[in-house]
């Protein structure tokens, strides 16, 4: 049974300057189609689905700066979203905004088996991570129970049935390149 989600605010028209804008810096990776909104309007959680206005699917540090940027400039929510499993409800559009797919961002950087350290995006999945680290001889502790995106988890600060042993997302996080509100990193 889906429970409704509480409105926070009164829920604003999308500005059409700011879809012309998204469509002019990314083209064909925005969309507004009922379908794809649909998709990233719901989670694991037992909330009603809220959908945002548009998804934006970005492919660089650089497209997440210039869709932040273009929503700071027009007063609109961003919601950062990896693979949708969350439980708690936060990639709901619950005052519409724009959604920003991280999916394109999936790729493992470096990995330093002698120092213990991966560099990843934060699209990437859990799988996918484990995947890439099974001939080094490490693996990345951190299971939530779903295959969340390392994007996802440190933003939750993730943790599972492996969290007495070797901690939390909070433990497991070296670093981070962040793109903060207003577009900047």
């Known amino acids: 049974m889906n429970h409704p989600v509480p409105p926070l605010a009164v829920r604003r028209t999308f500005p059409t300057a700011l879809l012309e804008a998204l469509k002019a810096a990314f083209g064909e990776r925005v969309s507004t189609t009922a379908a794809v909104r649909e998709h990233h309007g719901r989670d694991e959680s037992p909330f009603d689905p809220q959908l945002p206005d548009a998804v934006v699917f970005v492919t660089s540090t650089e497209d997440v700066q210039t869709a932040v940027r ?6 609109v929510p961003v919601i950062p979203y990896g693979n949708g499993s969350s439980l708690e409800g936060h990639l709901l559009a619950v005052q519409g905004g724009v959604s920003i797919d991280m999916s394109g961002l999936n790729q493992v950087l470096s990995i330093d088996a002698e120092d213990l350290t991966v560099t990843v995006q934060p699209g990437i999945s859990r799988k996918q991570l484990n ?9 990345f502790p951190i ?3 779903a295959d969340a995106s390392i994007g996802g988890m440190s933003a939750t600060r993730a943790s599972g049935t ?19 509100a207003d577009g900047r990193v």
Do not use: I, Q, S
């Open 131 to 139: 995947e890439a680290l099974k001939d080094t001889g490490l693996f």
């Open 143 to 145: 299971d939530p129970g």
């Open 70 to 75: 273009l929503c700071a400039e027009h007063n």
């Open 162 to 180: 492996n969290a007495v042993r070797y901690g939390t997302m909070r433990e497991n996080v070296l670093g981070l390149t962040v793109v903060l």
